[in-house]
T-cell receptor, first 114, second 114 residues
Framework: GAGVSQSPSNKVTEKGKDVELRCDPISGHTALYWYRQRLGQGLEFLIYFQGNSAPDKSGLPSDRFSAERTGESVSTLTIQRTQQEDSAVYLC????????????FGPGTRLTVT | AQSVTQLGSHVSVSEGALVLLRCNYSSSVPPYLFWYVQYPNQGLQLLLKYTTGATLVKGINGFEAEFKKSETSFHLTKPSAHMSDAAEYFCAVSYGGATNKLIFGTGTLLAVQP
């Protein structure tokens, strides 16, 4: 079956511009996560959605970052007024739900801010 | 704060040699433990996980890991390295709860020499 998909795969933007990253989770997965992977570092948790519950935004690094999810489907991560330190690979993962420990990852979006 | 430490950002082994990638976590509360592998330009793939039960867990591609509570460790091993094992390996933990987010180590890049 189809895995987690993300688009675009690569995005180059100028400092100060806004960007939107998209994630399509595996069908039926109610939980969705966004992580950030900066060069030479591990993945950092950004935000978590579970069904129609309020998202856990505790990992968002600043108010320039926001994310939305429509029901149990597509999610978009928006970064406003991008800065060079936002350059990273943004990974999305989904799982069956809160009690499922296995997260399935998409291929990521490589964001470069020039 | 909980953290995950992977000793050795780069490990090089010869084909056919033992692979040992180290992972330690910081919490006194045993977490759920995971190893993920990331091939170039791909998302993360789950190799194996420990949640409960037997402390020696077997995963895909001949890898296994042993949870040692007394050492707060979850080292990854493979008896005989193959060229196709060259990739980056991430250890991660989760403490369940409302989010079940993963906390990652900084990764170990495994090179396999012919």
């Amino acid at each position: 079956g189809a895995g987690v998909s993300q688009s675009p795969s690569n995005k180059v933007t100028e400092k100060g511009k806004d960007v939107e990253l998209r994630c399509d989770p595996i069908s039926g997965h109610t939980a969705l996560y966004w992580y950030r992977q900066r060069l030479g570092q591990g993945l950092e948790f950004l935000i978590y959605f579970q069904g129609n519950s309020a998202p856990d935004k505790s990992g968002l690094p600043s108010d320039r970052f926001s994310a939305e999810r429509t029901g149990e489907s597509v999610s978009t991560l928006t970064i406003q007024r991008t800065q060079q330190e936002d350059s990273a690979v943004y990974l999305c993962a989904s799982s069956w739900g809160q009690t499922s420990y296995e997260q399935y990852f998409g291929p990521g979006t490589r964001l470069t801010v020039t | 704060a909980q953290s995950v430490t992977q000793l050795g950002s780069h490990v090089s082994v010869s084909e056919g040699a033992l692979v040992l990638l180290r992972c330690n976590y910081s919490s006194s509360v045993p977490p759920y433990l995971f190893w993920y592998v990331q091939y170039p330009n791909q998302g993360l793939q789950l190799l194996l996980k420990y949640t409960t039960g037997a402390t020696l867990v077997k995963g895909i591609n001949g890898f296994e890991a042993e949870f040692k509570k007394s050492e707060t460790s979850f080292h990854l091993t493979k008896p005989s390295a193959h060229m196709s094992d060259a990739a980056e390996y991430f250890c991660a933990v989760s403490y369940g709860g409302a989010t079940n987010k993963l906390i990652f180590g900084t990764g170990t890049l495994l090179a396999v020499q012919p």
